[in-house]
């Protein structure tokens, strides 16, 4: 049983649209910055030509510039992500019985209509029109009187397995891989932070020996400025990426996971209250992967809220 058999048709389309989102958002900002930087240099040349190419690079700059501000792909991103893996948490829940799904939900509605209820409150708290046309179509379909749309096969399949079946499957599935995924993004992220610190050095000690070989007199070319830009370029390109952050935040969760996963490994699966410990350590689990990913989602807004909704 794997995690990607248990995730709704809801879940797929939010992270189609999210996918959609980043890789539109970083390849414009990539293309931006390049035009920027090429602009810097065939600016620092002499001659007509020179200046020319240089306006083209300002204007390819420029029109990516407006279509960024028009179409504002980081919150398809953001947004997309926000509702994915909100309802990947609500899914491994409801499967494995955490938190208020454990059963019987004493003075709460059944399982099914809990996850009715609580998945209306995540799609609630976004426009799903922006999202994904996809999400909105699975909507029109949720409150069709047959089987649940949004509850798949393999997710009631493991909710009606015994508690020692549904911690193999959600220690190995969910926390193992989740705790993996964060501590190979947390090494990337280190190693792209250091690269980033590398050329913050080797960029103004390149600029200062070109400043002195220019003040001698050894060539004409005008690199300061374009040397200026490419600083500038990467450093816009790491705030985007937020590599130091997202490193921090990466060791931090998977620290987290890890300390849980023992807790859910050594738990008593004989004991009499062995449902209602599974419950809520499951939820812990969860609500250390929710505080990464929500800390994410600040971080990310904070960046975009000079765009344009």
């Not at 250091?194 to 070109?210: E, K, S």
Request: aromatic share 8%; proline share 5%.
């Amino acid at each position: 049983m794997r995690e990607q058999d248990l995730l709704p048709r809801v879940f797929w389309a939010a992270d189609g649209a999210s996918l959609q989102g980043q890789a539109r958002a970083v390849a414009l900002s990539r293309w931006e910055l390049l035009l920027l930087v090429g602009a810097a240099f065939a600016g620092s040349a002499d001659g007509a030509v020179w200046a020319w190419a240089a306006a083209a690079a300002y204007l390819g700059a420029l029109f990516i510039a407006v279509t960024v501000a028009r179409q504002n792909p980081q919150r398809l991103w953001y947004d997309g992500r926000a509702v994915a893996e909100s309802v990947k948490t609500l899914v491994w829940k409801y499967a494995v019985r955490a938190d208020s799904y454990q059963p019987p939900p004493r003075k709460l509605p059944d399982a099914d209509r809990l996850y009715d209820i609580q998945l209306s409150g995540i799609l609630g708290e976004f426009d799903t029109d922006l999202v994904s046309p996809g999400v909105t179509a699975e909507l029109s379909t949720w409150r069709a009187p047959a089987r649940h749309p949004q509850i798949t096969e393999t997710m009631e399949r493991l909710r009606d397995q015994p508690l020692p079946v549904r911690r193999e499957v959600y220690l190995r599935e969910r926390v193992q891989s989740q705790r993996q995924w964060y501590q190979a993004k947390a090494i990337q992220c280190r190693n792209a932070t250091r690269r980033v610190g590398r050329l913050a050095i080797v960029l103004p000690a390149l600029g200062l020996l070109l400043a002195v070989l220019r003040a001698l007199g050894e060539f004409s070319f005008d690199a300061l400025g374009s040397i200026s830009a490419v600083a500038a370029s990467i450093s816009a390109w790491a705030q985007l990426r937020q590599y130091r952050p997202q490193a921090a935040a990466y060791t931090l969760a998977a620290a987290e996971l890890s300390k849980v996963e023992a807790q859910l490994a050594a738990a008593d699966l004989g004991a009499a209250d062995a449902e209602e410990i599974w419950a809520r350590l499951a939820r812990d689990a969860e609500d250390a992967i929710s505080r990464e990913h929500t800390t994410w989602q600040a971080r990310r807004e904070v960046r975009s809220l000079d765009i344009p909704s």
